[in-house]
C-alpha cells in the first residue's frame, strides 16, 4: 500500500528536520551528519536483512536469487546481504573517513570508540532511536509483502545512489565552505532524494522486470 503524497511529504521532511535541528543545535560539522546519514543505512540494511529472515510471504532469497519459500526462516540470503551490504558500506565509512575525518582523529580505533564517539559524544542516539522504531514499524508490513525484490533493490538503490549524493553534496560544501549554508544545502539535497525515492525505485524495478521478461 502506497502512502498518500501528502503523507509522503510531511514524513520527508520530519525525517530530514532531525538533522537539520543537529545542525543548527548540536553544533554538528559535515562529517557528523554524513556519519548520521551513514548510520541511518545501516539502521535500514538491518531492517531489511531482518524482513528476508523472517519474510512471510510466498517468495524468498538464496544466494542463487528469489526462490519460492519452504521453511519459515531463512538464513542464506540475509546472511549474503548483511555480508554483501556491510562491504560496501564499509568502503563508504573508509572514504567518507579518508575525505572529511580529519578532525576526528583515533574514532575509528574501535566500534566502541566509534559509537561514544558519535552516539553518546554528538548526541546522535535520540535521533537514530527514532529512524530504528520507525524502519521497524516499516519491518511489519515489508515481512508480508508477496515479494522481497522491492525491499533488497530499495536497500542497494539506498546504499548506492544516496551515499554517492551525499558524499558529492559534501565535497560541494568543503569547496563552499563549511558555512551553515552549505551544510542546509546538503540536507535539502538528501530531503529532495528521499521525497522522489519511491518513482526512482518504480522505475528501476519496472526497467529490470521488462529487462527480465525480454529474456
Known amino acids: 500500500m ?7 511529504l510531511a514524513l520527508v521532511v520530519l525525517s530530514n528536520i532531525l538533522p537539520l535541528l543537529g545542525v543548527l543545535l548540536a553544533g554538528w560539522d559535515i562529517y557528523t551528519l554524513l556519519i548520521f546519514y551513514w548510520m541511518e543505512t545501516a539502521v535500514v540494511a538491518f531492517w531489511t536483512v531482518m524482513t528476508m529472515a523472517f519474510h512471510t510471504g510466498l517468495e524468498t ?13 531463512s538464513v542464506g540470503g ?14 563508504h565509512l ?4 579518508a575525505l572529511y575525518g580529519g578532525d576526528w582523529p583515533g574514532h575509528l580505533r574501535s566500534p566502541e570508540v566509534f559509537l561514544e564517539t558519535f552516539l553518546i559524544g ?12 520507525h524502519r521497524a514499524a516499516i519491518f511489519w508490513e515489508e515481512r508480508n509483502a508477496d515479494s522481497l525484490s522491492p525491499v533488497i533493490a530499495s536497500l542497494y ?16 560544501v568543503m569547496l563552499l565552505g563549511s558555512g551553515l549554508f ?5 540536507i535539502a539535497m538528501r ?12 522505475y528501476v524495478l519496472d526497467k529490470t522486470n521488462k529487462a527480465g521478461a525480454s529474456r
Open 191 to 202: 530531503a529532495g532524494l528521499d521525497l522522489y525515492w519511491p518513482a526512482i525505485l518504480a
Open 94 to 97: 573508509f572514504l567518507m573517513s
Open 2 to 8: 502506497h502512502m498518500p503524497r501528502a503523507n509522503n
Open 157 to 172: 538503490m539506498r546504499i548506492v545512489v544516496m551515499q554517492v549524493v551525499i558524499i558529492i553534496g559534501a565535497w560541494g
Open 78 to 91: 540475509p546472511a549474503f546481504v548483511l555480508v554483501h551490504s556491510g562491504f560496501f558500506m564499509a568502503i
Open 61 to 73: 532469497w538464496t544466494f542463487d536469487g528469489p526462490t519460492q519459500r519452504n521453511t519459515n526462516f
Open 122 to 133: 554528538q548526541k546522535l542516539w535520540p535521533m537514530l532511536a527514532l529512524v530504528f522504531v
Open 182 to 186: 552549505g551544510l542546509i544545502l546538503l
